[in-house]
């Protein structure tokens, strides 16, 4: 039986190309693609695919806290983080999320047949590029990540404050008030240990969630 396929990316070209590769190889099916990260939990939602294919650099939601709702909600669900970024945080972020394996784009066709294989085993996947050492530094699915100290809706917050919009635009999209934002923020910065809503961006570089 074949195992299904989502492909999140947001160049269309590019999930042209992995998709044409991916029919080649009779054990995958491409059942789903998107092309930002809201709309990559909305299609995993409707299909729950065996494996999603995840870029990081998304518009909308990034890929990691698509990583994030995602294994929150479909724990049985594999996703292998596809960038172009080696970056230790950037690797970093994507595992602590829940990524279930980490492979650039650069990577040849075999390999990220190899790299999909292996997660669907239950199994870890790290491209040869990146250091080994990242493996044992504790970051991994069964490791609670910070990010789990905070709700869905402090991560909405933070990721519309890292797009540069101001509180008021950001209450404004997500239907709150001012007020509310201001309060998102204090705890935010009271939860993360943080001095003031400016360092939220340095948390948001530091973990990788908006690479």
Known sequence: MKRTVVLVEDHEIVREGIRTLLEAYSAFSVVGEAGDGIEAVRIVERLEPDIVLMDLSLPRMDGTLAIRDIKRRFPGTKILALTAHKREDVVRGALAAGADGFILKSTSAPTLVQAMETVLRGQTYICP?????????????????????????????????????????????????????EKHKANLTRKLGLDSASELLAFIREYGLFS
Do not use: M, Y
């Open 129 to 181: 590029e990146i250091p080994i050492t990242l493996l044992g530094t504790g970051i991994g699915n069964n490791q609670k990540s910070v990010l789990d100290k905070l709700t869905e809706r402090e991560l909405q917050v933070i990721r519309l404050a890292a797009e540069g919009k101001g509180n008021k635009s950001i209450a404004g999209e997500l239907c709150i008030s001012v007020k509310t934002v």
